[in-house]
């Protein structure tokens, strides 16, 4: 095949496969179409923190919510509506907040470029700024972008997402079954550095007869005085509670992971992720660099793009 011909397949197989091209994510999506979509989010977010210091865990817990739920399409945020039974009010997502603020960003991209950013590329960029703004690293992921919306929910499909309850066996299963292993699993739960609990997702472990043997005994004391209710919030790092940091990690070698889910990371005997929660609890920068890259693997799971789902004009409802 000379080069003339080889030129005209090449052109050939682009006109026939180009949709799967532009079908990629990318860092560069709204570089023409909403360049400032970045520094309009931060500012909203900004303004937000202002009032809510948790308001940053609350929008990485919904990004992880929504991605493991038919991927990363924004179903989450859909309320009830005709033929759509809302991911909401299932049990995972009962606590789960801050569907305020990805409204207020919304308002605000919808008012500079309307109609061109998804509110599931919202999710992901939200999280992103709000490891930013709690202390992470300065310069952080690149978000990839080009996510559209889903016109449905799938409310029985969020029994796939990761419970507080559920056996090691299990988180790690619905970690694989989208892609992700054991670095994702752990750099992802990582993210526990910030936010709280409700002492219900935890109080297991505080029964005097029988307490959890990997909770450390000062640490058990302490969250039983804090758990007068069963809906009281305790901080899931209570180190430096509101920080972006790798002390999560320091925290489960000494025995004081809130969640048992947290330290069976590193209390399971023979599992790889000992290993892991030592190499993060010793380098700041290494858990810092290895979350990006499981934000933006998580960020990848099944998006929906090209001319699939559509950009809702609000994150609430189908257009």
Known sequence: ?????????????????????????????????CPNASSVARGVLEQARRSD???????????????FVNGCDGSLLLDNADGINTEKDE???????????????????????PGVVSCSDILALASQISVTLDGGPSNPWEVQFGRRDSTTANSAGTSAIPGPFDTFDQIRKKFSDVGLGSTDMVALSGAHTIGKA????????LN???????????????????????????????????????????NLQNNRGLLVTDQFLFSTNGSDTVAIVNRFANSQSDFFDSFGKSMIKMGNISPLTGNSGQIRTDCKRVN
Request: glycine residues 4%; hydrophobic residues 35%; negative net charge.
């Open 198 to 205: 409700r002492c219900l997702t935890f109080d297991q472990r």
């Open 1 to 33: 095949m000379n080069s003339l011909q080889f030129l005209a397949l090449a052109l050939f197989l682009v006109s026939i496969f180009g949709g799967s091209v532009n079908a990629q994510l990318s860092a560069k999506f709204y570089d023409n179409k």
């Open 91 to 113: 049990v995972p997502n009962e606590t789960v907040a801050g569907y305020d603020v990805v409204d207020d960003i919304k308002t605000a991209l919808e008012n500079v470029c």
């Open 53 to 67: 210091a948790r308001i940053g865990a609350k929008l990485i817990r919904l990004h992880f919510h929504d991605c």
């Open 208 to 250: 005097s007869n029988t307490p959890d043997s990997t909770l450390e005994p000062t640490y058990l004391e302490e969250l039983r005085q804090s758990c007068s209710s069963r809906n009281t919030l305790v901080y899931l790092d209570p180190t430096t509670p509101n920080g972006f940091d790798n002390n999560y990690f320091t």
